[in-house]
């Protein structure tokens, strides 16, 4: 390593001196600039011998090189050289290293210097351009060339370097996965591993820089490492690009991610891996104007039925998943239930038309007439029980099915070539994706049914799902009726690296409803009733929002039709 320590003591007289004069030393007898004449006469002459001394200071002397001999492998004797050396007059100054084969290595290169009483110091270890030097004799050459257009002046002295720790540090196994990600906190790719091995002690960094090498941000290490920060032994950095602390992630784009090790005798060994971020952003989302509800008193056995808008306030999007507005609960379940068996298909053109079905796993053969969102709505899927008196799980078993279909418009039948059809399971998740031929033909060739285990409407990390509770129920589900932020027909398609998913885009505002039917008592007869937009297990975005007070009785019930 290297160092310069410069010495803040200045004599009195420099090459450009400066003399400032107080008020109380001027009289009535003074020159024109206020200065008594026998003491500016005085002033003057001082000033012409200080000017002479300093014209006739030697420029560059007092080179010293202690000891003249190292041996920099980091056991704590002749480590390190202590090379100090004189400057008399304004210079720029050039300290070079010389080995025995005429190789030249520059430790300081036409760094400008002020003269000074004392020494400038350099603490040289060895090390130049992040790597020891070879073991061998060198010649130490510092060179001055002064300001005011002079001769250079060039000291020389001898430096021995042997036994030099020339290994830099090991960076084994530096890996980053996945090399893209999507930190946006829906719970897909929104992390990264970055992993490596230290085989010996030494501090690290790591950092986030431009495909050009700027600095865009540090990277830590995670506490849950096996190692603590800088020791032997493996290490795991947990990325987030600052999402789950509320910060913006960096923008959308192609970034390296680059360690940097450096061991106490100062060699340094560097590595990177390319890293992509994409749909990066903090997910934000609001519950908008008043919630209607179908009723304020209700008779056992009825449903009651909420009305609600929503809105993407952020600039991200938002997964979310089933099951779709509209779907109608019992009371005494939760969301922790199965969903039907089959598929959900969506596909949107360029134009805004818009077409969305739920297919059995059987159907084989499928129509999707797409059509403009404004005027009549477009039809979303109907789910089984979304207007039944029931919820029971569908029973069916996991298999592959193939699934073709058309694509036409809902007005003159035409078929649209070049739209992409995606087909979900029916919770809304693993989506994938085919383009329609000339024809307006699809075709899946291997769809995968879930099995029932896995086609559920279960909490999904990430997910955004407008929540209800009351403060009357019975179990201790928090917030057991959840449905999907928006008609399918609202929502879009989003990519993350392993696979596709519903989502709610950047502005958009769409109307969620859904239904609880009250089959069960509940503790009390009156019980308040409140929505929360619900990150799941993140955070509650929104909410509790309009708290109703509601009336549960065995009279007649004031539901509007």
């Not at 001027?26 to 600039?33: E, K, N, Y």
């Not at 002749?78 to 090379?83: F, G, S």
């Not at 790597?131 to 050459?141: Q, V």
């Not at 990430?462 to 609202?490: F, M, N, S, Y």
Request: glycine share 10%; charged share 25%; net charge negative.
């Amino acid at each position: 390593m290297a160092a310069l320590l410069p010495s803040p003591a200045m004599s009195l007289f420099r090459c450009a001196p400066s003399i400032a004069t107080p008020a109380s030393s001027r009289v009535a007898r003074s020159g024109p600039i206020g200065i008594p004449i026998p003491l500016r006469l005085g002033l003057v002459s001082a000033l012409v011998v200080g000017l002479a001394a300093c014209a006739s200071a030697p420029l560059l002397w007092g080179l010293d090189v202690s000891p003249s001999a190292i041996t920099p492998n980091r056991d704590g004797d002749r480590d390190v050289a202590r090379i100090r050396y004189h400057i008399g007059r304004p210079a720029r100054v050039q300290v070079e290293l010389e080995a025995s084969d005429g190789t030249v290595f520059v430790v300081r290169e036409d760094k400008p210097r002020a003269p000074d009483d004392e020494s400038y110091e350099i603490l040289f270890g060895g090390v130049l351009g992040e790597r020891m030097l070879p073991d061998g004799d060198y010649e130490l050459r510092i060179r001055a060339s002064p300001l005011d257009g002079g001769p250079d002046e060039t000291e020389r002295a001898t430096l021995q370097i042997h036994d030099g720790d020339a290994e830099p540090p090991s960076l084994g196994g530096f890996s980053v996965q996945p090399s893209r990600f999507t930190p946006n906190q829906d719970g897909l790719d929104d992390r990264v591993a970055i992993s490596y091995r230290l085989d010996e002690p030494a501090e690290m960094s790591l950092r986030l820089l431009t495909e050009d090498g700027e600095w865009v941000a540090d990277i830590l290490e995670s506490l849950k490492s096996a190692s603590e920060p800088g020791e032997p032994g493996p290490h795991v950095y947990d990325y987030d690009a600052g999402v789950d602390a509320d910060a913006p992630p960096p923008p959308d784009g192609r970034y390296l991610v680059e360690a940097v090790a450096r061991d106490s005798s100062g060699n340094v060994a560097r590595a990177s891996r390319p890293l992509e971020i994409a749909n990066g952003g903090r997910p934000r989302a609001a519950l908008m104007g008043d919630v209607q509800w179908s009723a304020r008193r209700l008779v056992i056995g009825e449903t009651l039925r909420f009305t609600a808008t929503v809105k993407n306030v952020g600039g991200t999007p938002i997964r979310t998943r089933g099951p779709e507005p509209g779907f109608v609960y019992s009371e005494s379940a939760t969301f922790n239930q199965s969903a039907p068996p089959g598929f959900l298909l969506l596909t949107r053109t360029e134009d805004g038309r818009v077409a969305s079905l739920l297919v059995p796993p059987d159907a084989g053969s499928v129509r999707l007439e797409v059509a403009k969102p404004d005027g009549a709505p477009v039809p979303s899927p109907r789910w089984p029980n979304q207007d039944a008196e029931t919820s029971d799980p569908i029973t069916r078993t996991g298999r592959t099915v193939s699934l073709c279909g058309v694509v036409v418009d809902a007005v003159d039948q035409r078929p649209i070539e070049g739209v992409t059809v995606h087909a979900f399971q029916s919770d809304g998740d693993k989506g994938q994706a085919e383009v329609t031929d000339e024809h307006g033909a699809f075709c899946y060739d291997a769809l995968s049914l879930a099995e029932p285990h896995a086609l559920n409407y279960a909490r999904s990390p990430g997910a955004l799902r407008i929540g209800v509770e009351h403060d009357a129920r019975r179990g201790d589900v928090d917030h057991p009726w959840r449905w999907q932020v928006g008609p399918t027909t609202a929502l879009h398609a989003c990519e993350a690296e392993r696979e596709t998913y519903l989502c709610l885009p950047p502005g958009t505002t769409v109307t969620v409803g859904g239904g609880i039917r009250f089959d069960e008592p509940i503790f009390g007869t009156t019980f308040q009733m409140w929505l929360t937009l619900m990150h799941e297990d993140v955070r509650r975005m929104h909410g509790p929002y309009q708290p109703e007070q509601l009336f549960l009785d065995y009279g007649p019930s004031d539901l509007t039709p």
